[in-house]
């Protein structure tokens, strides 16, 4: 990716995918469909025999990234598809064949396309389990080379008019604010966290109200990369009452250019993309605010929504002085206690509720969060009063809670010593209520003193809510390199699970027996303000704005 330039302006669309639709319309893409093959995670690629490997056309090499020219459909690797777009001309689009993305040859280069978007959706919803209107019954014949044209063209109809049929049931069904993403390859972890956001009270009123008007924004920036004008788009496209899956590419794009050491088009962590999208939040609202660099008093959106702040005590064990440290964070990292968790290797098995009589429970991550630690020889640290290295023990505490509380479970564990990694598939027992009070920076210090404390700096405690209801729950499942991101959403009591591209109503039972990765509780005043009918925020869709294909960002 290239360094970000302030005088940036949106690329022009690809030429020479222009120049193929120009000749060939939609043909290509229609016909392709036939090739396409969908996961039961929902990722989709050109379809290929179990038994065969594919091999470049030029070079026969089978490693590496392979491209499917639409044009002969000959397969050539990512160092020969410029050979083979310079030397059959009009061949330059060609599709990923692991991935099922446009890439143009003379570009060397992801190109995003809205036609083929559709094309690829479609065939999502005709490989939906149930769905017996496929392709096959289509061309099963025995002429079937004379029907293929045909065939493909009921497809193409049929699966616009399931998807038409979906929308008018999910317009009479599901509440406004609930609209599936579009994956653009391997962007599950991006659609997810941003269902949750999407349902977050505090976010939502701020850029349903208007508070961040793109329009001013870049007028008064000359810098065109501003990711909260992007968040913007499409909150008013989720609350516009549309229903078909959105593309969040212009999103996309501009995340890539913000946070570089993230832009791939390999599967990225949930977590890390969440953090990250706050900071770039915090980048460009912070600045137009005129904040310093101390995010505790910090007004940016990010910030009033999701920060807190953590105490930390280090206590000597020789002299009992006690040295405290304060903290800001944004969500709460928590391991889970495998104590109770049975020994299960790097076995990817989850263990289900009622295998084990004792299971882990979010209660007991937050107690092992905030249960003193005895650290070790080699973390002694400076006491102020033996003036030298002590042992001691620390003990973790919350000291302000924040409006939006996100909790993070580790589930992924790196080894520098053994140099692998793995991920714990162990399940999690949560609650849709949850109360804070008891891991407090106040509650803990009057357990470990008693209750003649004095009223210790209670300014941040005193009037705060300590009670959560839970929002939105990040999942997932699979395997540690192939994993894939689904978030469970709770509106007006009714749990939704977003996958992608696809909305549909669950019980609460499928929500608690979910593999949780991050779990977003909102205090219970928005909370209920949240479970109000959202008519009475001003709504509108999209504000007339034109979205270009985009080299690089799909």
């Known amino acids: 990716m290239s360094k970000q330039n302030p005088s940036y302006t949106n690329p022009e669309p690809c030429k020479h995918l222009a120049d193929y639709k120009h000749k060939h319309g939609l043909n290509g893409f229609k016909t392709l469909q036939n090739c396409l093959k969908t996961t039961p995670y929902g990722r989709t690629s050109v379809s290929k025999h179990e038994s065969e490997t594919p091999r470049c056309s030029l070079c026969f090499g089978y490693q590496g990234r392979f491209y499917f020219c639409l044009i002969c459909s000959s397969i050539a690797c990512s160092g020969h598809a410029n050979e083979h777009s310079q030397s059959n001309r009009g061949h330059e689009i060609a599709v990923d064949v692991e991935r099922a993305e ?93 269902q949750a956001l999407l349902q977050a009270p505090p976010l939502r009123n701020y850029f349903l109200n208007d508070h961040h008007n793109r329009q001013s924004c870049r007028k008064k920036s000359a810098d065109r990369l501003c990711l909260p004008c992007d968040i913007d788009v499409i909150f008013s496209a989720v609350f516009s009452g549309d229903r078909t899956p959105y593309s969040p590419a212009q999103f996309l794009y501009s995340w890539w250019q913000l946070s570089e050491n993230l832009a791939s088009y390999e599967q990225q962590d949930a977590h890390e993309f ?80 009622n295998e084990n009589a004792s299971m882990s429970t979010l209660l007991g991550c937050l107690d092992l969060f905030t249960r003193p630690e005895k650290l070790g020889p080699d973390q002694k640290l400076y006491c102020q ?59 803990i210090l009057r357990n470990r003193f008693g209750n003649r404390i004095f009223t210790f700096e209670e300014g941040d405690e005193s009037d705060t809510c300590t009670e959560y209801e839970i929002f939105a729950v990040v999942t997932h499942s699979g395997m540690l390199d192939s994993g894939h991101y689904v978030t469970y959403v709770r509106v007006r009591n009714q749990w939704y699970k977003c996958n992608d591209a696809w909305i549909t109503e669950v019980d609460e039972g499928v929500v608690r027996a979910s593999q949780c990765y991050l779990m977003y509780y909102v205090q219970k005043g928005f909370h209920y303000k949240a479970s109000e009918d959202l008519s009475c925020f001003p709504m509108s869709p999209p504000r007339g704005e034109s979205y270009l294909q985009i080299a690089g960002c799909c």
């Open 102 to 194: 446009l890439y143009c040859c003379v570009c060397c280069d992801q190109v995003y396309d809205p036609d083929f978007d559709r094309a690829v959706v479609s065939k999502q919803f005709m490989d939906m389990p149930g769905n017996i209107n496929g392709a096959e019954g289509v061309v099963e014949g025995s002429n079937k080379k004379r029907r293929l044209g045909l065939g493909l063209e009921l497809e193409w109809k049929r699966s616009k008019r399931l998807v038409s049929m979906a929308d008018r049931r999910s317009k009479s069904i599901f509440p406004l604010g609930l609209r599936g993403l579009n994956n653009l390859g391997s962007t599950c972890f991006m659609n997810s966290v941003l």
């Open 274 to 353: 969440f953090i990250s999208m706050l900071d770039q939040i915090h980048e460009k609202e912070g600045k137009s605010k005129h904040q310093n660099k101390d995010n505790r008093d910090c007004q940016c959106i990010a910030h009033k929504a999701f920060s807190g702040l953590l105490r930390s005590d280090v206590t000597c064990t020789t002299c009992g002085f006690t040295s405290t440290t304060y903290d800001p964070y944004v969500d709460i990292s928590l391991n889970l206690d495998m104590s109770f968790c049975p020994s299960t290797g790097t076995s990817n098995q989850t263990s289900k509720p």
């Open 385 to 443: 009063n033996c003036q030298e290295r002590r042992n001691s023990v620390k003990q973790m505490s919350i000291r302000r809670l924040p409006v939006v509380l996100c909790l993070h479970i580790k589930r992924f564990e790196h080894s520098p010593i053994r140099k692998m990694s793995r991920k714990i598939d162990q399940y999690l027992q949560f609650p849709f209520s949850l109360d804070m009070t008891p891991y407090l920076s106040s509650t």
